[in-house]
């Protein structure tokens, strides 16, 4: 073989020894780069799933709070007295002489909560008798189911009369007078016992 044969076997040689070493060099670094392409791809995917999932959960705790704010509002103590005095000065309205041209309260004789079964809850019931404009017996029905004890509304009885509807006509402004008889339960619990 001659001189400039060898030669280019040789640098043939160390060119492909070359090519090998670096091929050999950067294979694993390619590879591994292709590795965390694919890792980065997938981290992506996850993240953004976490982000969804997140969403999520505040979305469904902003739900679970407005539902246990909806159930405290909802919820109604039992005390272990009835308060009747309590009830009647809540739902009391001034007598003006417009809207409330009278309003008496009488209570009756305690009993079970639920008819015909004995338990640890009582009711007082609290009859409400009001003369004066539709408005107003509403006012005593709305302030009574909105109250934080339990106070059941048991009837709502109107009545326009004959003389309240000559008064009326007579009258040239101003609501319509009526009268009214509410009847309210008082919940109770029996002390001593869980309410």
Known sequence: MNDRAHAVVTFGASGAGCVLTL???????????RDLRRESRELRHRCEQL????????????????????AAASQRIIPQEPEVAAVMRRLSLPVDGVTVLDQTFSAGSDGPAVPGEEGSERVKPLTVDL?????????????????????????????????????????????????????????????????
């Not at 091929?23 to 780069?33: G, I, N, V």
């Not at 539709?134 to 004890?149: L, W, Y």
């Open 51 to 70: 982000r969804h999932e997140a969403d999520e959960e505040r979305r469904l705790g902003d739900r679970l709070e407005g539902m246990r704010l909806a």
């Open 23 to 33: 091929l050999a060099l950067a294979m694993p670094a390619w590879q591994e780069s």
């Open 131 to 195: 003369i004066g404009s539709f408005e107003s017996a509403m006012a005593i029905v709305h302030a009574a189911e909105a109250m934080d004890r339990l106070v059941r509304v048991a009837s709502v009885r109107l009545e326009v009369t004959r003389e309240q509807a000559e008064r009326r006509e007579r009258r040239e402004e101003g609501a319509p007078e009526l009268t009214a008889s509410i009847g309210l339960e008082v919940v109770y619990a029996v002390e001593g016992s869980e309410p």
